[in-house]
């Protein structure tokens, strides 16, 4: 993101109090095993207070859709007809959000 404002000439501004986001992913080994009906998500975190937000892109669409947030386990079920999709898993701690990782099911 930017952060715009209107500057004057010779003035000096202090920004503070911006929450960042993390670049490198603390999920590892994320994973996707699916059956006639649904997908299973796991993955493993090195943070064990984080939580979980679990994307979803249709066949291998370049825009992601929120379809869990707040996710406190280490595992996301979804319904699985059979359609390609990717999956993007990232972690939310009190430092933000990171990149995450992805999954392709086909």
Do not use: H
């Amino acid at each position: 993101g930017k952060i715009r404002f209107e500057a004057k000439s010779n003035a000096t501004y202090l920004v503070s109090d911006i929450k960042t986001t993390t670049n490198i992913s603390i999920i590892r080994d994320l994973k996707a095993c699916t059956t006639e009906k649904k997908v299973e998500l796991t993955w493993e975190c090195a943070d064990a207070d984080a939580k979980f937000v679990v994307f979803k892109a249709e066949d291998s669409a370049p825009k992601y859709t929120m379809i869990a947030n707040g996710v406190k386990v280490k595992c996301f079920a979804d319904v699985f007809e059979g359609e390609r999709a990717t999956y993007k898993v990232c972690a939310q701690t009190d430092s933000g959000i990171d990149n995450g990782k992805v999954v392709f099911v086909a």
